[in-house]
T-cell receptor, first 118, second 115 residues
Framework: GAVVSQHPSRVICKSGTSVKIECRSL??????MFWYRQFPKQSLMLMAT?????????EQGVEKDKFLINHASLTLSTLTVTSAHPEDSSFYIC??????????????FGPGTRLTVL | AQKVTQAQTEISVVEKEDVTLDCVYE???????LFWYKQPPSGELVFLIR??????QNEISGRYSWNFQKSTSSFNFTITASQVVDSAVYFC????????????FGAGTRLFVKA
């Protein structure tokens, strides 16, 4: 199967600090990874599409300077929440799309990272 | 604009009851993909099914079945003989491609199955 991991699973930080969340595809290469945000008891909202070796594409309303995305390799994308504030507290979920596959593949989701900003 | 509506916010059933989760979607694309995901309390999304817009065949997988009707833009999900382990939030989602580009999720339906 296709496994996607996220690290850390939980993080608590102070307001004003930056937090980095890693998303790794463990057994496949992913040219594209997606970052979602989920507030408590709400749905997932796509934040950005991360493409290996190029700039991420952000959805409308998502601050790219606030949520820095780096997709440096075919197995790793990172999301950095800069100068975090309590309103950034959320469940962040990544997903990865397997490279080289088209019509038959889908995105594989990571287990999520719960960020709490005090 | 694309949209996914899951009108049922919460459903509570007793074990062994059948339950249907509704999903209605809107899209202008002629080719699109519909998904159902399960999110248990742990938070990790579990993929259940993907259906493309050209395949209206209903599908059954064990206790799960899906009814896709393009005429009503619906993609409903039925759990037969529900079990406590089915308790979770279920999301219906719509994407323009099978790999998940621009996936739009519905608000989710929280299912409680009581013993």
């Amino acid at each position: 199967g296709a496994v996607v991991s996220q690290h850390p699973s939980r993080v608590i930080c102070k307001s004003g600090t930056s937090v980095k969340i890693e998303c790794r595809s463990l057994d496949f290469q992913a040219t594209t990874m997606f970052w979602y945000r989920q507030f408590p008891k709400q749905s997932l909202m796509l934040m950005a599409t991360s493409n290996e070796g190029s700039k991420a594409t952000y959805e409308q309303g998502v601050e790219k300077d606030k949520f820095l995305i780096n997709h440096a390799s075919l197995t790793l994308s990172t999301l950095t929440v800069t100068s975090a504030h309590p309103e950034d507290s959320s469940f962040y979920i990544c997903s990865a799309r397997r490279a080289g596959r088209t019509s038959t593949d889908t995105q594989y989701f990571g287990p999520g990272t719960r960020l709490t900003v005090l | 604009a694309q949209k996914v509506t899951q009108a049922q916010t919460e459903i509570s059933v007793v074990e062994k009851e059948d339950v249907t989760l509704d999903c209605v979607y809107e899209t202008r694309d002629t080719t699109y993909y519909l998904f159902w995901y399960k999110q248990p309390p742990s938070g990790e999304l579990v993929f259940l099914i993907r259906r493309n817009s050209f395949d209206e065949q209903n599908e059954i997988s064990g206790r799960y079945s899906w009814n896709f009707q393009k005429s009503t833009s619906s993609f409903n999900f039925t759990i037969t003989a529900s079990q406590v382990v089915d308790s979770a939030v279920y999301f219906c989602a719509l994407s323009e491609d099978p790999g998940g580009f621009k996936t739009i999720f519905g608000a989710g339906t929280r299912l409680f199955v009581k013993a």
